[in-house]
């Protein structure tokens, strides 16, 4: 059986924020031979603008094949005090998913286990990490229900 590689472009090329001034770009995307492309969910967007975007999408020949979204300070998964934060966040970005795939398959990726950009002044313990990671896990799987 032949399989056939369907790529993606990821659209963080022009904006954090895709919005209907990015669309024509969409169309450039298909002819370059693009089957798919990642949306960033980093700041907030209405469903009406995910519908739009949706449409836009479809309208040039492409799907969304997944969303990219970051953590910050105040979304930490790692910290107790913004463990639930991030999940609202991730949670977030899975709903945005839902609407821009209409419901079909698709993934949440990004930096999504730690704040990104986060410069400890001084290296964590073995111990401090392994804690880190169990809480980002924990909020994965909450996220993820």
């Known amino acids: 059986m032949e399989e056939h590689v369907k790529p993606a472009v990821n659209t963080l090329l022009w904006s954090i924020k895709f919005t209907d001034r990015h669309f024509p770009v969409l169309d450039a995307i298909e002819r370059a031979g693009a089957d ?3 949306l960033p969910v980093i700041v907030p967007q209405t469903e009406t603008e995910f519908l739009g975007i949706r449409k836009a999408v479809c309208d040039a ?3 969304v094949a997944s969303v990219v979204t970051v953590m910050s300070a105040d979304t930490d998964p790692g910290r107790p005090e913004t463990m639930q ?3 609202d966040h991730l ?3 899975a709903d945005a998913l839902g609407i821009l795939t209409d419901g079909g398959p698709g993934i ?3 930096p999504i286990v730690g704040q990104l950009g986060e410069r400890p002044t001084t290296a964590p313990s073995p111990a401090q990490m392994h804690t880190r990671w169990c809480r980002a896990a924990d909020v994965l799987v909450e996220a993820a229900k």
């Open 61 to 63: 020949g492409l799907a």
């Open 91 to 93: 949670k977030k970005a």
């Open 108 to 110: 949440v990726c990004g």
């Open 85 to 87: 934060a991030a999940i």
């Open 36 to 38: 798919y492309i990642e």
